[in-house]
């Protein structure tokens, strides 16, 4: 697929995110308009609830366009999602005879304020990186023990929290939680130590399920993906995580990007999971290649002072694709609904410098991390901003996500019941 060109001259250029061949949904504000849905063109927004008002568009109903998340246009379906696509890439072409009529609902990105682009119903995290699990697995438990006997078997994943996902940008406090004291015999109440992030791609679940479904039917009901922030207070899961499983480690925030990249754009990008190293059980077992290639990457900024990249991996190294684990989440009968996100799990690359964790970048603080700035770092310190980047790379232009940020903050005070 070559580069589908605009009469936005920005969106022409092989450096963007956001191409015509993107589109992806955001929700914006602006000085003159409350929260409402725009897609990103180059370096401008279009505002699609004033354009489909004004019936410049015409393929969805103006009033899902005009609420401040993308759920009432996912409920309106895949047919719809594609005709509206359609009618937005011919609209914003080269050529395109709507452009006089398009061209005053473009705004500037640089002036609007991002917003959560849906309202999360229900947030499921994963662990469903390879490499990831092995690592942490044998940090936790030591090599022959690393993968737990069902990995190979089935996406495991927890039920997170769909109330502490934010929208990039959103600052983050260190937790306080309980650690295990070593030397003691009782646990301490304290801010986290070591807090984390982990480098995830979430995937926003487009279409209801009151039944199991497929893994071909899993992936129609995605309508695209976002990058994930798992921030992850170590310490904490440390202590808590047997027998259930992650829980206040993984509660303080989950931060995604400003921006749902539709399966639609991707869709060139179409990659399959690695080999299988078990079978998997039928219901698992893709039809297709149902994973993308997108290539990710984490800086870390200290406060005020210039960013590092501290990894760079890929999407493709997952070992179970999002709609594998969609399937597999509906197989009990789980109703799926309309915003669900479901988190890959980090993505770790096989190389040392592919690790989508500080946990397994430092080896769990033993090898600490040295940033262009001479600091070292084993965890997040406070006031490091943390940036997760992610584009699909076609001939001369970029499918990207935009950035996904957050600033760590101290600890609140201690509180004087604690
Ligand atoms: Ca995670």
Not at 92 to 102: E, K
Not at 121 to 139: C, I, S
Not at 223 to 249: C, H, K, M, T
């Amino acid at each position: 697929m070559p580069l589908l060109e605009s009469w936005v001259e920005s969106a022409n250029s092989p450096d963007t995110d956001f191409p015509l061949n993107n589109l992806p949904c955001g929700v914006f504000s602006s000085d003159a308009c409350e929260p409402r849905c725009g897609v990103a063109i180059g370096d401008r927004i279009l505002d699609l609830a004033a354009a489909s008002a004004a019936g410049v568009l015409r393929a969805a109903d103006p009033r899902a366009l005009a609420a401040p998340g993308w759920n009432a246009f996912m409920a309106l379906g895949p047919e719809t999602w594609a005709a509206f696509r359609a009618e937005l890439t011919g609209a914003l072409s080269r050529n395109a005879s709507q452009r006089p009529a398009l061209e005053p609902f473009l705004l500037p990105r640089a002036e609007v304020r991002m917003h959560m682009p849906f309202a999360v119903a229900e947030f499921t995290d994963f662990y469903a990186g390879r490499n990831h699990a092995f690592n942490v697995g044998t940090m936790f438990r030591g090599p022959e023990n690393a993968l737990p006997p069902n990995w190979l078997h089935m996406p495991i994943g927890y039920n997170g929290r769909a109330s502490s996902v934010v929208v990039s940008g959103t600052d983050i406090r260190r937790p306080w939680g309980q650690l295990k004291s070593p030397d003691h015999d009782m646990p301490a109440f304290l801010p986290s130590r070591r807090f984390d992030f982990e480098l995830e791609v979430g995937a926003v679940v487009g279409q209801p399920s009151q039944r199991p479904v497929s893994v071909a039917e899993a992936d129609a009901m995605i309508f695209g993906f976002v990058l994930l922030n798992d921030w992850s207070a170590r310490d904490i899961q440390a202590w808590e995580y047997q027998p259930l499983g992650p829980f206040q480690a993984k509660a303080t925030a989950t931060t995604i990007s400003p921006w749902i990249v539709t399966k639609a754009a991707l869709e060139p990008f179409r990659t399959s999971t690695p080999p299988r190293e078990k079978d998997l059980l039928p219901y698992l077992r893709e039809p297709a290649p149902m994973l993308y290639d997108i290539a990710l990457e984490a800086a870390l900024a200290p406060a005020g002072k210039p960013e590092t990249v501290i990894t760079r991996t890929n999407y493709a190294e997952m070992y179970y694709s999002a709609a594998q684990q969609l399937a597999h989440h509906s197989a009990s009968g789980c109703p799926m609904t309309v915003g669900d996100l479901l988190g890959s799990g980090t993505v770790s690359g096989k190389n040392a410098a592919e690790r989508g964790s500080m946990l397994e970048l430092s080896w769990g603080g033993k090898e600490p991390l040295t940033l262009d700035t001479g600091e070292t770092r084993s965890f997040l310190e406070d006031g490091d901003r943390v940036t997760f980047r992610g584009h699909a790379q076609g001939p001369g232009y970029r499918i990207g996500f935009g950035e996904c940020t957050g600033t760590v903050l101290p600890a609140i005070d201690k509180p004087d019941w604690a």
